[in-house]
C-alpha cells in the first residue's frame, strides 16, 4: 500500500474546498487568470505542506457526510456533482480568498505524513 493510501485508511486526512483559481492552478500549473484577490504566497505554502488530490473519498463514509451516496463510488455513467459545490462563500482552503463561486473538494494529507 502507498503511503497516500495509508494514511487516508488511517484517517490523517481531511477534505478541503479549494476554489476555482486554485483548482486550475493546481491541476494546470497555471495561475495567469486568477483574480486579484487570489493569494499566490498562502497557496505556495499550503502545496508545501499538503499533498492534494482532487476529490474526496466515497469508501470513507466516516470521514465525508456531504455526499449524497454515502459509501458508493460515483456512478460511471453519469455527471456526478457530489465533489464540486456550484456556489460558495466559504474561504479557500488553499489560497484564503472569500470570493463567491465553486469549490471543489480535494483530500489533503499533510507531506510529513507520507514521509512515514
Known amino acids: 500500500m502507498n503511503a497516500f493510501a495509508k494514511a487516508l485508511e488511517e ?3 481531511y477534505v478541503g474546498n479549494v476554489c476555482d483559481d486554485c483548482t486550475v492552478t493546481h491541476e494546470n500549473s497555471d495561475g495567469s487568470g486568477n483574480s486579484r484577490d487570489w493569494d499566490g504566497a498562502r497557496y505556495s505554502r499550503t502545496c508545501a505542506e499538503y499533498d492534494l488530490s482532487l476529490g474526496h473519498p466515497h469508501d470513507l463514509p466516516q470521514w465525508f457526510t456531504d455526499c449524497s451516496h454515502i459509501g458508493e463510488r460515483c456512478p460511471d455513467d453519469a455527471d456526478c456533482d457530489c465533489e464540486r459545490t456550484e456556489f460558495s462563500t466559504s474561504e479557500c482552503d488553499l489560497c484564503g480568498t472569500n470570493l463567491h463561486g ?3 473538494h480535494y483530500v489533503f494529507i499533510k507531506r510529513s505524513d507520507l514521509r512515514n
Open 102 to 104: 465553486a469549490r471543489h
Open 11 to 13: 484517517g490523517r486526512f
